[in-house]
């Protein structure tokens, strides 16, 4: 996907009134060469003011790129499942963690927030299940680590409503629930499910992915996070305020469909109206 056409999506979607964006990673190109633009991104960025922008910050290396750059938010990732972390940074959760640990004592120095994901909270595609108590145990580790903010992410889409439950209501236990956020992805198509669950739960923040875009390179068979316009569309039902215009998200999403080639698997786009771009 051209820089050009990614700077104007995260246009559109501040537009659309989105005031929290993701809008890159500082990750080697070699390993995910989609990326390979980042430092490009992050320099033709038009900030809008109220929105708090932010990048992944894997390492050392990741940190210097985002130093200076003058996003809100650094992003770290690090994975519930020993195997998955080991594929998706080759190293072991314990090592990682260690070595982040003054790259965390940096990035809240240079006064932007912390914010943390972990990966396979509800299942592994190496392990399979994944003890509820290895969550809570690297949430209070993250905790400890500075974090502002960490997301759990079902990052197979394997979970349950009452999977998620459980899992928000042990790691209240760890942190207060305004530090919580989920992170679904809709491989099975129950995104939207766990995310009501989690919402009865007191969950406020959930990560979401215009049109459903993405998935995850170390995580075979993985779909994107649930649906931007799906979520806006379910809270706003729900009597939930979000601030967002639906319709320009569902603009948005048949605009990126032409940008791909290729079809994005939202339903609320495509019940709108959405899904005319043939691929291929």
């Known amino acids: 996907m051209a820089t050009a056409a990614k700077l104007e999506l995260l246009d559109r979607l501040a537009e659309a009134g989105l005031r929290s964006i993701e809008v890159t990673s500082f990750v080697s190109p070699k390993w995910i060469p989609q990326l390979a633009d980042a430092d490009e991104v992050v320099a033709g960025l038009v900030r809008r ?98 974090a502002e903010e960490i997301s759990l992410g079902d990052t197979i889409g394997i979970g349950t409503p009452d999977q998620v439950r459980r899992l928000v209501r042990a790691v209240h236990e760890a942190i207060p629930l305004e530090r919580i956020a989920l992170h679904l992805h809709d491989t099975y198509g129950r995104a939207l499910a766990n995310l009501q669950a989690g919402l009865e739960e007191g969950i406020r923040i959930f990560d979401t992915s215009l049109g459903g875009l993405g998935g995850c390179p170390y995580a075979p068979g993985a779909s994107g996070n649930v649906a931007t316009e799906d979520v806006v569309d379910l809270l706003e039902r729900e009597g939930v305020e979000t601030g967002i215009d639906l319709q320009a998200l569902v603009d948005a999403t048949g605009w990126i469909e032409t940008q791909l080639g290729r079809p994005l698997p939202g339903r609320v786009f495509r019940a709108l109206g959405g899904g005319r771009v043939e691929s291929g």
């Open 49 to 146: 003011p109220g929105v708090r922008y932010s990048a992944l910050v894997p390492n050392a290396s990741g940190f210097e790129r985002f130093d200076g750059s003058g996003l809100d938010d650094a992003a770290f990732f690090v994975s519930a499942s020993e195997t998955h972390n080991r594929k998706n940074v080759n190293r072991g959760v314990a090592e990682y963690l260690e070595r982040f640990a003054p790259v965390a004592e940096q990035i809240l120095a240079s006064g932007a927030g912390l914010r943390c994901y972990v990966s396979t909270v509800c299942g592994c595609p190496y392990e399979g299940e994944v003890a509820v108590e290895a969550v809570v145990a690297l949430v209070r580790q993250l905790d400890a680590m500075g």
